[in-house]
């Protein structure tokens, strides 16, 4: 079973809505991560939040941590079409450094 | 100027040939990765490295083989290819400020095709 899961496969909303996207773990973890993947290029990291952290903002973003339900979400505000993607959230253990993807959910935004 | 760079970025090989996949980076990070993404999977750790000379197996190092000869570049090796190998692989650096909280930078990604 995966170590991170997002919760939907998939999402669709249209433009200037807000739309989350929520994910699950089951490890300890010291950090978690939020991952963008737009068609045809490598993933880019969007925020990493802290197991001391509870949110986490950059611009329009926003991710929580709730480690005592072992999950996170990243909400994106006033979206774009350009915030089309596959959306991945990412956790790591202690001194490793190796990250563990979840399956990733597809975030399609309408005009 | 893109950081992590692959080559090639689309190859097709016959089954039972050898593949090299290149990645280069210019971060000066220590810590590199080598990943596959298959539909319904993410991305899936193969090998990793902590500097040069250093090779780690992944979750998934079954048939692969990693090279780390300088700081900046880390290859993965099939040495018998198996169409069970096409996928799209991604090589990653990273900056490995300690306690897990490694932010990765990924390249553009190779396509591999195993005929």
């Known amino acids: 079973s995966q170590l991170a899961e997002e919760n939907l496969w998939a999402l669709s909303v249209h433009e200037g809505e807000s739309v989350t996207v929520n994910c699950s773990y089951k490890?300890?973890?010291?950090?978690l991560q939020w991952y963008r993947q737009k068609s045809g290029e490598g993933p880019a990291q969007l925020i990493l939040i802290r197991s001391n952290e509870r949110e986490k903002r950059n611009g329009r973003l926003r991710a929580t941590l709730d480690t005592s339900s072992q999950s996170s979400s990243l909400s994106i505000t006033a979206t774009r079409c350009e915030d089309t993607a596959v959306y991945f959230c990412a956790v790591s253990g202690a001194n490793t450094g190796k990250l563990t993807f979840g399956h990733g959910t597809i975030l399609r935004v309408h005009p | 100027e893109a950081a992590v760079t692959q080559s090639p970025r689309n190859k097709v090989a016959v089954t039972g040939g050898k593949v090299t996949l290149s990645c280069n980076q210019t971060?000066?990070?220590?810590?590199m990765y080598w990943y596959r993404q298959d539909t319904g999977h993410g991305l899936r750790l193969i090998h990793y490295s902590y500097g040069a000379g250093s090779t780690e197996k992944g979750d998934i190092p079954d048939g692969y083989k990693a090279s780390r000869p300088s700081q900046e570049n880390f290859s993965l090796i099939l040495e018998l290819a198996t169409p069970s190998q096409t996928s799209v692989y991604f090589c990653a650096s990273g900056d490995a400020p300690g306690e897990g909280q490694d932010t990765q930078y990924f390249g553009p990604g190779t396509r591999l095709l195993v005929l």
């Open positions: 490890t300890s973890i010291t950090a």
């Open positions: 971060n000066n990070h220590n810590n």
